[in-house]
């Protein structure tokens, strides 16, 4: 059984001004949004096979409620300088559209979700030096994403870098087919697109422990 990825956040300061630098690289942004009752909010860029989110908490009492608080997202973005500020979400596999999640979950429904929907939270979410691992059973890749002037179109990999990395959880290790996890100093996310074929590199560090490469 596989997924495949979704969506990607990372933890950003309040108005995630360190998403300008993907504006400035040409890289169009798409819609924002806000998550009524769990405090957070965001902005969006979207390609052929998923989103990128620069996530931020704007109301503290919210993310840190009773609903909210097990998903752990208020502690994660108050240490995203120190532990991982990093969520990936799941989806099927579009060949096999009734696939699961590859890790255990428990549901999380906030109130922003429509009546009898849930997102199947992996595990390992109060362990922040790892991802907040998620997944959506009714997701897809995003519909007539832009083109982008600095030519990326295509998620093809992705390498996550963190400290104690020989000690993952189970979730974590279940997600590895399609993450590749290495040990490093620091927290830090490399997205890769097409591949690298324009042999160009975004790196938003020390701005936000990103970079992308094209």
């Given at each position: 059984?596989?997924?495949?990825?979704?969506?990607?956040?990372?933890?950003?300061?309040?108005?995630?001004?360190?998403?300008?630098?993907?504006?400035?690289?040409?890289?169009?942004?798409?819609t924002s949004r806000s998550h009524?009752?769990?405090?957070?909010?965001?902005?969006?860029?979207?390609?052929?096979?998923?989103?990128?989110?620069?996530?931020?908490v704007h109301d503290a009492i919210e993310t840190g409620s009773d609903l909210i608080r097990p998903t752990h997202l208020l502690e994660r973005w108050q240490q995203r300088g120190t532990q991982s500020p990093y969520g990936i979400c799941f989806r099927p596999v579009v060949a096999v559209p009734n696939t699961g999640p590859v890790f255990d979950t428990w549901d999380y429904k906030p109130p922003y979700l429509p009546a009898g929907m849930a997102i199947q939270v992996a595990h390992n979410a109060d362990v922040l030096r790892e991802p907040f691992l998620f997944f959506l059973s009714w997701a897809h890749a995003p519909e007539n994403p832009p083109q982008h002037p600095a030519g990326l179109h295509t998620l093809t990999s992705v390498t996550l870098h963190m400290p104690d990395a020989e000690h993952l959880s189970p979730p974590l290790q279940a997600a590895m087919p399609v993450i590749q996890v290495v040990s490093a100093d620091a927290h830090h996310i490399a997205l890769t697109f097409d591949d690298g074929s324009r042999g160009q590199t975004l790196d938003l560090r020390p701005f936000a422990s990103l970079s992308i490469v094209y």
């Amino acid at each position: 059984m596989q997924n495949e990825i979704d969506h990607i956040f990372i933890m950003a300061d309040v108005g995630a001004p360190e998403a300008n630098k993907l504006v400035d690289a040409g890289i169009v942004e798409g819609t924002s949004r806000s998550h009524p009752g769990q405090g957070t909010a965001n902005r969006r860029f979207f390609f052929a096979n998923i989103m990128l989110e620069f996530l931020w908490v704007h109301d503290a009492i919210e993310t840190g409620s009773d609903l909210i608080r097990p998903t752990h997202l208020l502690e994660r973005w108050q240490q995203r300088g120190t532990q991982s500020p990093y969520g990936i979400c799941f989806r099927p596999v579009v060949a096999v559209p009734n696939t699961g999640p590859v890790f255990d979950t428990w549901d999380y429904k906030p109130p922003y979700l429509p009546a009898g929907m849930a997102i199947q939270v992996a595990h390992n979410a109060d362990v922040l030096r790892e991802p907040f691992l998620f997944f959506l059973s009714w997701a897809h890749a995003p519909e007539n994403p832009p083109q982008h002037p600095a030519g990326l179109h295509t998620l093809t990999s992705v390498t996550l870098h963190m400290p104690d990395a020989e000690h993952l959880s189970p979730p974590l290790q279940a997600a590895m087919p399609v993450i590749q996890v290495v040990s490093a100093d620091a927290h830090h996310i490399a997205l890769t697109f097409d591949d690298g074929s324009r042999g160009q590199t975004l790196d938003l560090r020390p701005f936000a422990s990103l970079s992308i490469v094209y």
